[in-house]
């Protein structure tokens, strides 16, 4: 069974960094794409960014372009999330899942890490 467990979440003040780290297990071909979404307090989850498993081809959501980068190491079974000049409104946890298809929407991603906390305050 495929396994996702975040890393990386924390404090941080704005206009900081943090990676956060997904590490998979049990991963099959099944499954194309690792994405990355979060839920902020009071909101519903949004999509931040995805990436394919194995070949090319990225998406990020418009709220994160050009702050948030995301990365794989297939050696490691792990993905990366690198996020730069971090936003009060970046507050969220962040969840790591793996779906079927590259895609914004959170219905094709079947299985689901638990989440990794961010805080952007001074």
């Known amino acids: 069974q495929l396994q996702l467990v975040e890393s990386g979440g924390g404090l941080v003040q704005p206009g900081g960094s943090l990676r956060l780290s997904c590490a998979a297990s049990g991963f099959t071909l099944d499954y194309t794409a690792i994405g990355w979404f979060r839920r902020a307090p009071g909101k519903e989850r949004d999509f931040v960014a995805a990436?394919?498993?194995?070949?090319?081809?990225?998406h990020y959501g418009d709220s994160v372009k050009g702050r948030f980068t995301i990365s794989r190491d297939n050696a490691e079974n792990t993905v990366y999330l690198q996020m730069d000049s971090l936003r009060p409104e970046d507050t969220a946890v962040y969840f790591c899942a793996a779906g079927r298809i590259l895609t914004s929407s959170h219905a094709p991603y079947d299985y689901w890490g638990q989440g990794t906390q961010v805080t952007v305050s001074s």
């Open positions: 990436i394919h498993w194995r070949g090319t081809g990225t």
